[in-house]
């Protein structure tokens, strides 16, 4: 492989399956991109660069012996310093390390560090993405700093949205591994948008121009399951009464999403690692192997790593299905990006329950930043639509919508939505009453409720 050190000077850690797995898909996704990417050890030496990165070093390793970073990346004959990468070995919940500072540590030029953990979970290495031009720090020789220009922030990827650095990161690793051939599994809490995440790596993959299958694997039991996606033959089971195809076969050329991967059993697991290895599936009650074409986006709400320890996941197939792992954070995480979503949220509902684009008060913003939000962007998003259907107005406003306060918790939000409720019922009985001119009968037709029913309303809300 072009850019990589010999085998045999290759660290011990990279006997581990997973690291192996991750560092053989970091070399298929680098091989041939212009941008500078390299692997480094806890003692950082470099263990893989692709050529981008290594036609900008000074050093390359020809004599068996492992390059240092700073004498292949920075020109230098000693270390650099205090690099920030480091924080990704002295703190296990590092997920990445960014550096837009230009200061100490930064001579190579590094953009962002993200650890490489191995099966049973230490941090031995780690991944290295550099800027575009690296800095021509020279050794021993005091530079004058020059006024960095801080990169660029995006507010979106596809349909993905936000400007925290959480998202940012997952922005770079998402172009960068979008068009390999890799398996990816996404992690993150139900209602983070994993399969708004993996349908954003398909779009921006070679791939975009062929389906994109989602399947949810919890929703289906074992057999109908193991039906659905590998397909059967007529007769296999009583109801099979002609040949199917399974979405395996009709992701054939694009991308299969499986949702809730965790949920599945382990005979089903042992097939689909099967087909992971072989790349072809068997429909149920065929002999015949069929060849698929297919890149596989797994999903899960559940931390696959701990099952493998209790057991309850197939470990072997946690190393196929892991080889690129991403981790969307939850909404809590990631409050700076409330704004965005509640912008973008507002004008979607707008338009499609033909509204003009409503305004959101900042008083109601501050609320909507410090709820909770368990159900994370999923559940803010239907928030924001029940307060554009319930309530009148060019604004969304706290009265009716939000507590006084900031929401606290699950029922703070319920009770908010049924004041929202009322507030917008009473509305609707005041507006009849005026275009009937007061006129009982007529507004209770108008409302499509018996005069009993606006009897009773008028006097639960106190209207005259």
Same mark, same amino acid.
């Given at each position: 492989m072009a850019g990589s050190l010999d085998?045999?000077?290759?660290?011990?850690?990279?006997?581990?399956?997973?690291?192996?797995?991750?560092?053989?898909?970091?070399?298929?996704?680098?091989?041939?991109?212009?941008?500078?990417?390299?692997?480094?050890?806890?003692?950082?030496?470099?263990?893989?660069?692709?050529?981008?990165?290594?036609?900008?070093?000074?050093?390359?390793?020809?004599?068996?012996?492992?390059?240092?970073?700073?004498e292949a990346f920075a020109h230098r004959t000693d270390p650099c310093g205090t690099c920030p990468a480091i924080k990704v070995f002295d703190?296990?919940?590092?997920?990445?390390?960014?550096?837009?500072?230009?200061?100490?540590?930064?001579?190579?030029?590094?953009?962002?560090?993200?650890?490489?953990?191995?099966?049973?979970?230490?941090?031995?290495? /780690?991944? !290295? =993405?550099?800027? #575009?031009?690296?800095?021509?720090? *020279?050794?021993?020789?005091? +530079?004058?700093?020059? &006024?960095?220009?801080?990169?660029?922030?995006?507010?979106?990827?596809?349909?993905?949205?936000?400007?925290?650095?959480?998202?940012?990161?997952?922005?770079? /690793?998402? !172009? =960068?591994?979008? #068009?390999?051939?890799?398996?990816? *599994?996404?992690?993150?809490? +139900?209602?983070?948008? &994993?399969?708004?995440?993996?349908?954003?790596?398909?779009?921006?993959?070679?791939?975009?121009?062929?389906?994109?299958?989602?399947?949810?694997?919890?929703?289906?039991?074992?057999?109908?399951?193991?039906?659905?996606?590998?397909?059967?033959?007529?007769?296999?089971?009583?109801?099979?009464?002609?040949?199917?195809?399974?979405?395996?076969?009709e992701a054939d050329g694009g991308t299969i999403f499986l949702d809730e991967v965790a949920d599945t059993t382990p005979v089903f697991q042992a097939k689909l690692l099967r087909v992971l290895q072989e790349g072809e599936i068997k429909r149920v009650g065929g002999a015949r192997p069929i060849s698929v074409d297919v890149r596989v986006i797994s999903a899960a709400n559940k931390d696959l790593a701990e099952l493998v320890k209790a057991k309850l996941f197939r470990q072997d197939l946690y190393y196929r299905l892991a080889v690129l792992p991403l981790y969307l954070p939850p909404l809590r995480e990631r409050r700076e990006d409330i704004p965005l979503l509640v912008k973008h949220f507002v004008a979607v509902s707008c338009g499609r329950h033909r509204q003009t684009v409503r305004h959101v008060a900042e008083k109601t913003m501050r609320a909507l930043i410090n709820a909770p939000w368990p159900g994370n962007i999923r559940e803010l998003q239907h928030y924001i639509e029940r307060a554009v259907v319930t309530t009148g107005g060019p604004s969304l406003a706290c009265q009716g919508l939000l507590a006084p306060d900031p929401v606290g918790d699950e029922e703070g939000l319920r009770s908010a939505t049924r004041g929202a409720v009322a507030q917008a019922e009473r509305t609707r009985i005041v507006d009849a009453l005026k275009k009937t001119g007061g006129n009982r009968t007529k507004a209770a037709k108008l409302l499509k409720i018996s005069r009993a029913s606006l009897y009773n309303k008028l006097r639960v809300y106190r209207i005259d």
């Open positions: 085998d045999d000077n290759r660290p011990a850690s990279f006997a581990d399956p997973i690291l192996a797995a991750r560092l053989e898909a970091i070399k298929q996704l680098a091989g041939g991109l212009t941008d500078r990417v390299a692997v480094m050890d806890r003692s950082f030496n470099v263990i893989y660069a692709n050529e981008s990165a290594w036609s900008s070093a000074s050093t390359r390793s020809s004599d068996g012996r492992r390059a240092k970073c700073y703190a296990p919940d590092v997920r990445s390390v960014s550096c837009h500072s230009g200061g100490d540590g930064t001579a190579c030029g590094m953009h962002q560090a993200f650890p490489l953990a191995s099966g049973p979970g230490d941090i031995d290495s /780690m991944l !290295v =993405l550099f800027k #575009d031009e690296p800095c021509q720090a *020279l050794p021993n020789v005091a +530079s004058v700093p020059e &006024k960095q220009t801080p990169p660029a922030v995006r507010e979106s990827l596809g349909e993905l949205i936000g400007r925290s650095p959480a998202m940012q990161q997952l922005f770079d /690793m998402t !172009v =960068l591994i979008a #068009d390999s051939a890799g398996t990816v *599994l996404i992690q993150g809490e +139900s209602g983070t948008g &994993k399969e708004v995440l993996a349908r954003t790596i398909h779009a921006l993959s070679r791939r975009k121009e062929n389906p994109f299958v989602v399947v949810d694997c919890g929703a289906l039991p074992e057999t109908l399951l193991e039906s659905e996606l590998f397909g059967h033959v007529k007769g296999a089971f009583t109801g099979a009464v002609a040949d199917k195809r399974g979405l395996f076969e």
